[in-house]
């Protein structure tokens, strides 16, 4: 069992950055493939970022790419989303998730995330 908790969303201007965490419990997080989606009002949740065990692969959304960097420290069990260049289209709820089953390789698929945190609210004034 993984336990994610999101913190570090919140309402900013167009043009600022924030960092997202998320911590995660259990003796696997190391293990795993860690992923970060979101959820604007009225769409599909959507993938963001990805990340696979050892950090090294890291696999953006086109929408994202350049301005978004996925992090992980695997000793202390968190991850990270920094975002920089943030726009009004970047608001949503951002969700962490753990794949499942471990040693996977990573996923652009929600579907292929088995434990999910309770997300964290951005909200981007333009």
């Not at 989606?37 to 953006?60: C, H, I, L, N, W």
């Not at 009004?88 to 998730?97: I, K, L, P, S, W």
Request: proline letters at 3%; one cysteine or more.
């Amino acid at each position: 069992q993984v336990q994610l908790v999101e913190s570090g969303g919140g309402l900013v201007q167009a043009g600022d950055s924030l960092r997202l965490s998320c911590a995660a419990s259990g003796r696997t997080f190391g293990h795993r493939v860690m992923g970060w989606f979101r959820q604007a009002p009225g769409k599909e949740r959507e993938f963001v970022a990805a990340m696979d065990r050892s950090g090294g692969s890291t696999y953006y959304a086109d929408s994202v790419k350049g301005r978004f960097t996925i992090s992980r420290h695997n000793a202390e069990n968190w991850m990270y989303l920094r975002m920089d260049s943030l726009t009004a289209e970047d608001t949503a709820v951002y969700y962490c998730a753990a794949r499942q089953p471990v040693f996977m390789a990573p996923s652009r698929s929600p579907s292929d995330y088995a434990y999910w945190g309770q997300g964290t609210q951005v909200t981007v004034s333009s």
